[in-house]
Nanobody, 125 residues
């Protein structure tokens, strides 16, 4: 069955870096898109980044553009989110999903709507 498992979260100081991983199984990552979302305390879940492995395009929310980089190792079935120059406002639970939701990248398929369990990212000031 389809599974997504996030890892790599933690507590870092502002200005630091983290790399999240989304390990997938049960489907081919080669021609799939994967979205990263985060839910900050008291806020709704929001799209952060997206990668479409079918054409290699990547997308970012304006708040993270230039600081975050999404990539995929399709042979290992893993999608990464490299997060640099982290800010306290980046704090939240980060999820990966088989969908994308950004102003310039809404990708979804009702037959393929899966989420990971989330990983906590906490940035201290």
């Amino acid at each position: 069955q389809v599974q997504l498992v996030e890892s790599g979260g933690g507590l870092v100081q502002a200005g630091g870096s983290l790399r999240l991983a989304c390990t997938t199984s049960g489907f081919s990552l080669d021609d799939s898109y994967i979205g990263w979302f985060r839910q900050a305390p008291g806020k709704q879940r929001a799209g952060v980044s997206c990668i479409d492995n079918a054409d290699g395009e990547t997308y970012y929310a304006s708040a993270v553009k230039g600081r975050f980089t999404v990539s995929a190792d399709t042979r290992a079935n893993v999608v990464y989110l490299q997060m640099n120059n982290l800010r306290p406002t980046d704090t939240g639970v980060y999820y990966c999903a088989t969908r994308c939701h950004l102003p310039n990248a809404i990708k979804e398929d009702s037959r393929m709507n899966y989420w990971g369990q989330g990983t906590q990212v906490t940035i201290s000031s």
